[in-house]
């Protein structure tokens, strides 16, 4: 199994600019995260699905997008990158909610210029 | 929402010794605490956790301990090696389809 897989790793983009993070897990699990790490500030949920079908805003949901494509596979849009939004990006799966383990991709991390 | 604060910030050991790292929380109704270790430039990944039926739980050389009345929580490693440095983040969930809320992240420096 390959857990959790994202990409791209690296994404270098100009303010303005769209991209779309992908997110596939192979564990059968109900619910999918993304979540955005900045130095000193941990990990910040910026949308969540916590079954296919539904999708809900996190704590810092501005400027994003999100599609729960299927089961497996869970994307983040941004529509209009700005420098702000240079972070990186993680995503996770669990089971059915938080109260289980969530398990991590590599992550990806995002410039914006 | 809930409110995770985490101490400290960094953290430096030397082999061999103990670290302790502290989280509280705001909210009452978290039942569900568990911690990631991340090291560089990988995803967090769950080492312990506990649930609010439980004062305390080991696992070889690391331990979490619960205090509901006082919100807080904590995580204990013992003999310290030095493939334990990384960061550390302790995290609280209400249950049920609520969402984890993370500390802010403590940096593990153990010295050979």
């Known amino acids: 199994n390959a857990g959790v897989t994202q990409t791209p790793k690296f994404q270098v983009l100009k303010t303005g600019q769209s991209m779309t993070l992908q997110c596939a897990q192979d564990?059968?699990?109900?619910?999918m995260y993304w979540y955005r790490q900045d130095p000193g500030m941990g990990l910040r949920l910026i949308y969540y699905?916590?079954?296919?079908?539904?999708?809900d805003k996190g704590e810092v949901p501005n400027g994003y997008n999100v599609s729960r494509l299927n089961k497996r596979e869970f994307s983040l849009r941004l529509e209009s990158a700005a420098p702000s939004q240079t972070s990186v990006y993680f995503c996770?799966?669990?089971?059915?909610?938080?109260?289980?383990?969530?398990?991590f991709g590599p992550g990806t991390r995002l410039t914006v210029t | 929402g809930e409110n995770v604060e985490q101490h400290p910030s960094t953290l430096s050991v030397q082999e061999g010794d103990s670290a302790v790292i502290k989280c509280t929380y705001s909210?009452?109704?978290?039942?569900?605490f568990p911690w990631y270790k991340q090291e560089l430039g990988k995803g967090p990944q769950l080492i312990i956790d506990?649930?609010?039926?439980?004062g305390e739980k080991k696992d070889q050389r690391i331990a979490v301990t619960l205090n509901k009345t006082a919100k807080h929580f904590s995580l204990h490693i013992t003999e310290t090696q030095p493939e334990d440095s990384a960061v550390y983040f302790c995290?609280?969930?209400?249950?049920?389809?609520?969402?984890?809320?993370f500390g802010k992240g403590t940096m593990l420096l153990v010295s050979p």
């Open positions: 564990m059968n699990h109900n619910s």
């Open positions: 995290a609280a969930a209400g249950g049920g389809y609520s969402t984890l809320t």
């Open positions: 506990i649930r609010s039926n439980v």
């Open positions: 996770a799966s669990s089971k059915d909610g938080s109260s289980y383990e969530q398990y």
């Open positions: 909210d009452s109704a978290s039942n569900y």
């Open positions: 699905s916590a079954s296919e079908g539904t999708t």
